[in-house]
């Protein structure tokens, strides 16, 4: 679906999800991730970029685990620390995946994949064209239940900066794995919550498109 046929239907409300392809698994387990090795830090920055154009190819769980884990994952078992930090140690951002056979949630307590949506929710996390192919795209939701401690009025920007954060993680293991990504904030946000079933106190703060480059031929 083309972006103007995209804000169209948002602008009436009717932006939608598609069924999701084969049968929806409750529960995928991930492979332990590699914690060891990819590229120097200095180099995965060198290389960090945000591409528009992807293969269609999925991802395998082995590059799906790593991926999940260095974007936020537990990195200290004993205290629950993450690999992305949040004020106050809050923990308020869910990373949700968007893949073909359903709309996942990560938990990174047992590094799993929990299904949320048994859609292809892919069309809905952006406006723009290319989010509809691409095999993965990430939706960063903030749950302001868990932010007690921290006042109302700054919820907001400290969900973004932690979402920032996750989101930055990603790139660079993008850079480290051979995928390319970009960051988005065009969003239907209401029609994303509904596809979601999420609360209101859970806004969507970014997606990220995830993916393998799109090699000059395809789709020619």
């Known amino acids: 679906m083309n972006t103007m046929a995209k804000l169209a239907l948002g602008l009436m409300g009717q932006l939608r999800p598609k ?34 154009e992807f293969a269609s190819t999925p991802l395998p769980l082995p590059v799906l685990s ?38 996942y949630r990560y938990e990174a307590a047992t590094h799993s994949l929990q299904l949320i949506a048994a859609v292809d929710l892919r069309r809905v996390t952006g406006y723009q064209d290319f989010v509809d192919a691409a095999p993965l795209d990430l939706v960063y939701v903030a749950d302001h239940g868990r932010m007690g401690r921290i006042p109302v009025g700054q919820r907001e920007s400290y969900a973004s900066v932690a979402a920032g954060a996750i989101a930055q993680n990603v790139y660079l293991q ?27 106190d859970q806004p969507v703060v970014l997606s990220q498109t995830v993916g393998y480059p799109k090699a000059a031929t395809e789709g020619a």
Not at 32 to 43: I, Q, S
Not at 93 to 103: E, F, K, N, Q, R
Request: net charge positive; charged share 15%.
């Open 66 to 103: 790593n991926l999940l884990w260095a974007a936020y994952g537990i990195n200290r078992p004993v205290e629950g620390g993450r690999t992305a930090p949040s004020a106050l140690n809050a923990q308020e951002i869910d990373v949700l995946l968007a893949l073909p056979t359903g709309a």
């Open 174 to 200: 993008c850079a480290s794995l051979g995928l390319v990504t970009v960051l988005r904030a065009w969003i239907d946000r209401e029609a994303l919550a509904t596809a979601l079933g999420l609360a209101p």
């Open 19 to 52: 069924p999701a392809v084969g049968d929806a698994t409750s529960r995928i387990g991930l492979p332990p991730p590699a914690l060891h090795g990819g590229l120097p830090l200095m180099d995965a920055l060198r290389q960090r970029a945000s591409n528009r």
